[in-house]
């Protein structure tokens, strides 16, 4: 998996130098860069944890297995980062009032998810405290509320 992130932030990183900073194609080049890297994130963490043990609710699905490595290693809820940093690049490319406030609402709606999904991963798996306690909510290495 990190033979293909590395590839995929390659071509990312490639298009991003192909415009011009300061113009629209240099505004979009980084939106497109910015949704690259959520999308790779996104990607790898759907590897290490594959739909048949997720949920679009905030529950633990029945029969699923909590997962504690690839992204997990970093934060404990790396779908909900993933869609976050996805979601921020229509705010770099069409920056305004609406979209910020878009994205914060978001970034709210997810963050308050992550809170009942974690009440019921307590209450799932007895294990997830100890992880809870050595892991980031949601940004690696910056923020670690509710440990």
Request: glycine share 12%; aromatic share 8%.
């Amino acid at each position: 998996m990190t033979a293909r992130l590395l590839v995929a932030l390659q071509f990312g990183l490639l298009v991003v130098l192909g415009f011009p900073p300061g113009t629209e194609h240099g505004r979009l080049a980084l939106a497109l860069g910015v949704m690259a890297v959520g999308g790779c994130w996104l990607g790898w963490t759907l590897a290490v944890n594959p739909p048949p043990n997720i949920h679009i609710r905030p529950v633990p699905k029945a029969g699923g297995r909590l997962v504690t490595a690839g992204p997990y290693r970093l934060v404990r809820h790396p779908m909900y980062l993933g869609v976050l940093v996805i979601g921020a690049g229509p705010v770099v490319l069409w920056l305004g009032a609406l979209k910020l406030a878009a994205w914060l609402a978001l970034g709210a709606v997810l963050v308050a998810k992550a809170r009942l999904e974690e009440a019921a991963l307590i209450a799932r798996f007895p294990e997830y405290e100890s992880y809870r306690r050595g892991r980031r909510f949601l940004i690696p290495g910056v923020w670690k509320p509710g440990s």
